[in-house]
Every structure is written in structure tokens, then in C-alpha cells.
Antibody, heavy 121, light 107 residues
Framework: EVQLVESGGGLVHPGGSLRLSCAGS????????MNWVRQAPGKGLEWAAN????????YYMDSVKGRFTISRDNVKKSLYLEMNNLRGEDTAVYYC??????????????WGQGTMVTVSS | DIQMTQSPSTLSAFVGDRVTITCRAS??????LAWYQQKPGKAPKLLIY???SLESGVPSRFSGSGSGTEFTLTISSLQPDDFATYYC?????????FGQGTKVEIK
């Protein structure tokens, strides 16, 4: 079964840091673009960051540039999101999502169940 | 950034109704558009990509159309399992923006 499982969410104070992980299984992890998409409570979806197959290309939404770092380990079939200097507006469910097959790499065909990040004092 | 605007924000319909949701892009995105379905507390599910290509396993009552700046998602005969929130997403440029969502409710 093709699956993505996120972990690492929790409660953190403003200005704090958190590292999210996403474990992939049931597919050739290193062959796909991977993404983080977030959803604030009661709000819509917001793409946050993505990374290409070998990690040489990384892109971020403007509001997280310089604070978040996406990375991957294809041997461990894992995706990561290092989040620093967290703000209240970063509070959201964070989903790991796989890019579709080329040339539809930036369509999200497989999603994890999400991990909740709460930034509050 | 490319802005995506969906209408309506909420839609009430009966089982069996034909339902249409519209998504407008602030600039030309050719056919670089996808549609997702999300149920409460669950991850989104891909329905349509390339504006009109049905994702594998998605029922044929779902269809997409459009190009450029105006797109539609149509459910030909609404089923009880279809009550959910639907999002469009552009992938013309790297920002990958979503619409604000359309909630389909039972009438």
C-alpha cells in the first residue's frame, strides 16, 4: 500500500523550533517530488515547500522562506521540514504530499494523515 | 502570485443533483489545474489534474473542464459520499496556490 505517515508535530512557543518527519512506503520514494502543504484550523490549503527527487531543488512559500528548511533522505524514504522562529500564523495541520508522475509533478496525488503544529505561549 | 477564486463558497444540493463549482485564476494558467476533495478531519484527495484528466479510481461522475483562467468541476449526480469541501489548485508557477474552497452541503 502506498502510504505517507507524518510525525513530529506538537505545541511550541513563539520563536521556537520543530522538526517534522514524513515516512514513505509502498512506492519508489526517490523517484518523486515531495511537498509540505499546511492547513490552519478552519481554513483552506496552503502549499508550504517542495523538494525534487535528489534534493537539489527546493522551493518555499514567501512567508516561510528563511525560517523553514525542507530536506529528504531517500535511503530512509523520509521527508523532513525543519521549522525555526515559529509564529502563531504557522499553527496548522501539516501534510506531507507526493508529487504526481512527470510532467504533473506539482499535483499532489498521495497525502499523509497530517500532523498538528500549534504555536502558542 | 497567481490568485485562485472559487464560487460559490457554499453550495446546498440534493442527492442526485448536478453540481458545478467554478474556479477562476488571476492570470492565464493554461490547463495547469487540479481539483481535490476534502472531508472533515481527513487529508485531501486528488480528483482531477490537467484541468480535465480523471485521477485513477475516481468515479466518472466527476469531470473537469476549462483552460486559461476559468475552470469548472462538475458532479453529474451528487451522491451521499460527495458531501465535502472541494479545492482547486494551480501549478502553472512554483507558488502552487489553492482556491479558498467550496463546501457542498446536503439540502
Amino acid at each position: 500500500e502506498v502510504q505517507l505517515v507524518e510525525s513530529g508535530g506538537g505545541l511550541v512557543h513563539p520563536g521556537g523550533s520543530l522538526r517534522l518527519s514524513c515516512a514513505g512506503s509502498g512506492f519508489s520514494f526517490g523517484s518523486y517530488w515531495m511537498n509540505w502543504v499546511r492547513q490552519a484550523p478552519g481554513k483552506g490549503l496552503e502549499w508550504a515547500a517542495n523538494i525534487n527527487q535528489d534534493g537539489s531543488e527546493k522551493y518555499y512559500m514567501d512567508s516561510v522562506k528563511g525560517r523553514f528548511t525542507i530536506s529528504r533522505d531517500n535511503v530512509k524514504k523520509s521527508l523532513y521540514l525543519e521549522m525555526n522562529n515559529l509564529r502563531g500564523e504557522d499553527t496548522a495541520v501539516y501534510y506531507c504530499a507526493r508529487g504526481h508522475t512527470s510532467p504533473w509533478d506539482h499535483v499532489f496525488d498521495i497525502w499523509g494523515q497530517g500532523t498538528m503544529v500549534t504555536v502558542s505561549s | 502570485d497567481i490568485q485562485m477564486t472559487q464560487s460559490p463558497s457554499t453550495l446546498s444540493a440534493f442527492v442526485g443533483d448536478r453540481v458545478t463549482i467554478t474556479c477562476r485564476a488571476s492570470q492565464n494558467i493554461d490547463s495547469w489545474l487540479a481539483w481535490y476533495q476534502q472531508k472533515p478531519g481527513k487529508a485531501p484527495k486528488l480528483l482531477i489534474y490537467k484541468a480535465s484528466s480523471l485521477e485513477s479510481g475516481v468515479p466518472s461522475r466527476f469531470s473537469g473542464s476549462g483552460s486559461g483562467t476559468e475552470f469548472t468541476l462538475t458532479i453529474s449526480s451528487l451522491q451521499p459520499d460527495d458531501f465535502a469541501t472541494y479545492y482547486c489548485q494551480q501549478y502553472k508557477n512554483y507558488s502552487r496556490t489553492f482556491g479558498q474552497g467550496t463546501k457542498v452541503e446536503i439540502k
